[in-house]
């Protein structure tokens, strides 16, 4: 049966669902940008993306509104079940994972803002490398989970659940670098602690990648493996 | 409905585009050898059926069902109009013998007795498998009479005081009592729509049935009529084992611990009423109560 062949009987419900979709997609990529935006402005002590940042955020909150709006009404007209239902759900929690990440972007904003005047002479200081890398790799990881739930594909989301303990690494290499900066220099000390902070707020934005890619293959094949070790997640259990 | 509008009836559906035209892909897997997925067989069934046949004339109604019905559940039946959930319900208190032509093989039986056994009496199956419609039936009679006729007839009480017994109760449990307690000489046909319907529920309880069959017993109904009337079902189910069949699919979910899908006379799907509409595992299960259709 090809895709044509999947219309619902009632064709506002494809519509409504297609539309709801779209919408946590919008605010997925608006996530993406502000986690990029975030961590450009804490390694390049850059006011102005801060504030584009903070600025954004209004556009997450009311996308975030339209999505509960739309939420509630979908469930409420259309009670969808089996496949329906499981998308429903996941698309409700991607909402809610999607609005933390965007939580963090504007957390690594405001350090930008509490010690810009401490931090602007050292602008260039490679001492925030790392979190550049990191924003690279959880921007890649929600990027794939939010292609996962464009194409329904859940080999997709398998590969981003498998992705965490890439981040995982890159964390434990960035702190012990980051500890060699203050054995050097006590000075560092300030900057260190925000690079830190910066560091573990992006692991945060890579769990809730993680939790939304979780939520996909439970909205494909039925099975809940979010308490499941990413060593368990075997594609052949997914389809039994 | 006679037989030969129900035996046309689902090709007239697929024309009209009620019910899906299966795929060719459907189709063969549906006709050749096709085996139900899910747990047909429980513990403890109150009714088994194996390898039933259905026809009316030359079309094939019911196509080679196993299943069994448990004790003390409700198990609802589901599929789009024309594909034998009617038909096999009527199979399991031989209401399908009062139609010209139908023809019912395989093996039914109620608590390890054959149903189609040639020795058999009807008249006590179908007190002990009874039966409750889509469209209200009350008999022309007194809401009293119309719970006492069927205990009368089977000889169940020795005087009038236990005759009142059983229709106070009978009517308790439908939970209908308070309502009619002060108008028992007035006729059935003077009630409203739900109160009709819990009057044949009542009635159906009053011979003590083991199993009680339900065929769309609410969409007649109007919703605070169709939420009484769930809400006895499950009240019911502690001392009954009752199989519905609805059109509604929320309502099966509401009701029922088990649901069984049809399509064209296959059964093709049974399982818990929590697994087939969160998880269903065949397609077409999938496709139907999802509202899509190939």
Redesign the interface.
């Given at each position: 049966?090809d895709a044509s062949?999947?219309?619902?009987?009632?064709s506002r419900?494809d519509g409504d669902l297609g539309g709801f979709r779209q919408l946590v997609l919008d605010m997925g990529q608006l996530a993406c940008e502000q986690v990029q935006l975030g961590a450009e402005a804490v390694t390049y002590c850059d006011m102005q993306r801060a504030r584009q940042v903070d600025d954004n955020y209004r556009a997450v909150r009311n996308l975030d509104m339209d999505l509960l709006e739309a939420n509630a009404e979908l469930l409420a007209i259309h009670?969808?079940?089996?496949?329906?239902?499981?998308f429903m759900i996941m698309l409700s929690r991607t909402a809610y994972d999607l609005e933390r990440i965007n939580r963090e972007a504007t957390r690594l904003a405001n350090l930008v803002e509490a010690h810009y005047a401490d931090r602007i002479s050292k602008v260039g200081c490679e001492l925030f490398d790392d979190v550049m890398r990191m924003a690279e790799t959880t921007g890649e990881m929600l990027q794939q989970a939010l292609r996962a739930i464009a194409d329904e594909q859940v080999q997709a989301g398998i590969e981003v659940v498998n992705s965490q303990e890439v981040v995982e690494r890159l964390s434990q290499g960035a702190l012990r670098r980051l500890a060699t900066y203050i054995m050097q220099d006590p000075r560092n000390i300030p900057m260190v602690i925000d690079a830190t902070i910066a560091l573990k707020g992006l692991e945060r934005v890579a769990d809730h990648a993680v939790s939304i890619a979780k939520n996909l293959i439970y909205a494909c094949s039925?099975k809940d493996v979010r308490h499941l070790s990413p060593l368990n997640l075997d594609p052949e259990f997914l389809r039994s | 409905m006679n037989t030969i509008e129900t035996a046309t009836m689902d090709q007239d559906a697929v024309a009209t585009g009620a019910v899906p035209a299966a795929t060719d892909q459907a189709k063969k897997e549906l006709d050749k050898d096709f085996e139900t997925v899910g747990q047909v067989r429980v513990a403890n069934p109150r009714m088994t059926t194996t390898a039933v046949n259905v026809y009316y004339g030359d079309k094939h109604a019911i196509k080679n069902v196993n299943l069994d019905i448990g004790a003390n559940e409700v198990i609802a039946m589901i599929g789009p109009s024309g594909c034998g959930k009617s038909t096999y319900l009527r199979c399991l208190n031989r209401m399908n013998d009062t139609i010209d032509g139908c023809r019912v093989t395989g093996e039914l039986k109620l608590d390890d007795q054959d149903i189609y056994d040639k020795k058999l009496d009807v008249v006590p199956l179908r007190a002990r498998v009874g039966m409750v419609f889509q469209k209200p039936n009350p008999f022309p009679k007194s809401i009293y009479d119309n719970i006492a006729y069927g205990p009368r007839i089977h000889g169940l009480a020795a005087n009038r005081t236990e005759l009142d017994e059983i229709v106070e109760t009978s009517l308790r449990k439908a939970g209908l009592w308070d309502e009619v307690k002060d108008r028992m000489d007035q006729p059935g046909t003077g009630l409203s729509g739900g109160q009709q319907q819990r009057l044949c529920i009542a009635r159906t309880i009053a011979v003590s049935p083991e199993v009680i069959l339900m065929d769309e017993p609410c969409s007649a109904l109007d919703p605070i009529a169709t939420a009484k009337v769930e809400e006895l079902i499950d009240e019911l189910r502690q001392n009954f084992t009752i199989a519905i069949v609805t059109h509604s699919m929320q309502q099966a979910a509401r009701v029922s611990q088990r649901t069984a899908y049809f399509h064209l006379g296959n059964l093709v799907e049974v399982g818990e009423t929590t697994q087939i509409f969160t998880n269903p595992t065949h397609k077409l299960t999938e496709d139907y109560i999802t509202g899509r259709f190939g």
């Open positions: 049966m062949d999947r219309r619902h009987i009632f419900f009670q969808p079940v089996a496949s329906d239902l499981r039925g | -």
